[in-house]
């Protein structure tokens, strides 16, 4: 994004030096720089700003009228908030039989069913991680539902918590594809390695260890940019996106669960805020939102995928 203003700017100062100004190369590199900016706007549209009341959104799924679903982080209440892309608040279901430790996603199969993340793992020594399983909250005539709990734990996790080189049993991303919910680790080892791990377990209510299935290097060593905070699965099963603060990964071309083996396309944001969820309108949009962190956030942007 900065490329183009340090090359105008430079280009400006040294060639009349030389007697040579050429205005049609000047020209041009303005209109590259114009479309560069241009782009950079374009690639996350800001939607609205959320309720007030979602100020700690941490999971969204967007229904097939467009509005939002979302979920507050750890401390929240067990509730679901149903958003139009206004920012009004719609609709509140309360979540029975559930709690929220810390709440960090929200997907949901081809059923409608909705699972809800109690995934969040800071410290890397929970030993009640779950998620909640409820019946599609847009089907309900009520305003509250009862909650079944997956509980689980990591089949490679021994210590609670590990050594500080192995503090990767954190998540706040997790999607749902053919009767299994995948989980992406958000890694906070030190030093930070920049890998996520994949790790699958049932839909079904019960108790699991959770099988790690693959890994991801995200190719950084800024933690807050390239941990994973996100995750969503495309409707038609062919595109999977995993969020960051300032960007997001896009995957393609992959067979089956094994989502890394394909295509990879990393999606730069113009800034970082804290970016917690996202999730697909359809086959090639995405909405994100962010919680309020330092007067910024409690957004719901659009990202239009090529």
Same mark, same amino acid.
């Given at each position: 994004?900065?490329?183009?203003?340090?090359?105008?700017?430079?280009?400006?100062?040294?060639?009349?030096?030389?007697?040579?100004?050429?205005?049609?190369?000047?020209?041009?590199?303005?209109?590259?720089?114009?479309?560069?900016?241009?782009?950079?706007?374009?690639?996350?549209?800001?939607?609205?700003?959320?309720?007030?009341?979602?100020?700690?959104?941490?999971?969204?799924?967007?229904?097939?009228?467009?509005?939002?679903?979302?979920?507050?982080?750890?401390?929240?209440?067990?509730?679901?908030?149903?958003?139009?892309?206004?920012?009004?608040?719609?609709?509140?279901?309360?979540?029975?039989?559930?709690?929220?430790?810390?709440?960090e996603e929200l997907t949901r199969d081809d059923q409608g069913n909705f699972?809800?993340?109690?995934?969040?793992? #800071?410290?890397? @020594?929970?030993? %009640?991680?779950?998620?909640?399983?409820? *019946?599609? $909250? /847009?089907?309900?005539?009520?305003?509250?539902?009862?909650?079944?709990?997956?509980?689980?734990?990591?089949?490679?996790?021994?210590?609670?918590?590990?050594?500080?080189?192995?503090?990767?049993?954190?998540?706040?991303?997790?999607?749902?594809?053919?009767?299994?919910?995948?989980?992406?680790?958000? #890694?906070?080892? @030190?030093?930070? %390695?920049?890998?996520?791990?994949?790790? *699958?377990? $049932? /839909?079904?209510?019960?108790?699991?260890?959770?099988?790690?299935?693959?890994?991801?290097?995200?190719?950084?060593?800024?933690?807050?940019?390239?941990?994973?905070?996100?995750?969503?699965?495309?409707?038609?099963?062919?595109?999977?996106?995993?969020?960051?603060?300032?960007?997001?990964?896009?995957?393609?071309?992959?067979?089956?669960? %094994?989502?890394?083996?394909?295509?990879?396309?990393?999606?730069?944001?113009?800034?970082?805020?804290?970016?917690?969820?996202?999730?697909?309108?359809?086959?090639?949009?995405?909405?994100?939102?962010?919680?309020?962190?330092?007067?910024?956030?409690?957004?719901?942007?659009?990202?239009?995928?090529?």
């Amino acid at each position: 994004m900065l490329v183009f203003p340090c090359v105008y700017f430079s280009y400006f100062r040294i060639i009349p030096q030389q007697g040579l100004l050429d205005m049609r190369n000047l020209v041009l590199i303005f209109l590259l720089f114009l479309l560069s900016t241009q782009g950079n706007a374009q690639t996350l549209r800001t939607i609205c700003s959320l309720p007030e009341i979602v100020n700690e959104t941490s999971g969204i799924v967007v229904n097939e009228k467009k509005q939002v679903w979302t979920i507050n982080d750890s401390g929240g209440e067990p509730i679901l908030y149903l958003c139009d892309t206004l920012g009004n608040l719609l609709r509140k279901v309360k979540i029975t039989g559930a709690w929220n430790r810390d709440w960090e996603e929200l997907t949901r199969d081809d059923q409608g069913n909705f699972y809800i993340g109690n995934i969040g793992n #800071n410290l890397n @020594d929970s030993k %009640d991680l779950c998620i909640f399983k409820i *019946q599609n $909250p /847009d089907k309900l005539l009520g305003d509250a539902v009862t909650a079944q709990a997956i509980h689980f734990s990591y089949e490679d996790q021994k210590y609670f918590p590990p050594a500080d080189s192995a503090m990767n049993f954190n998540c706040e991303a997790m999607i749902w594809l053919h009767g299994n919910l995948y989980l992406f680790s958000k #890694n906070q080892t @030190d030093p930070f %390695d920049g890998k996520t791990y994949l790790y *699958q377990l $049932p /839909d079904a209510p019960g108790k699991y260890v959770a099988t790690k299935i693959s890994c991801f290097n995200t190719g950084g060593d800024d933690l807050f940019n390239y941990w994973i905070s996100g995750a969503a699965l495309s409707p038609d099963k062919s595109k999977l996106v995993l969020l960051s603060s300032n960007k997001m990964w896009l995957f393609s071309n992959f067979s089956g669960h %094994d989502f890394f083996s394909g295509k990879s396309t990393v999606i730069n944001f113009p800034s970082s805020t804290q970016k917690e969820a996202i999730g697909f309108v359809n086959n090639n949009e995405v909405y994100i939102s962010d919680e309020l962190l330092m007067g910024k956030g409690r957004k719901l942007y659009s990202v239009v995928l090529e």
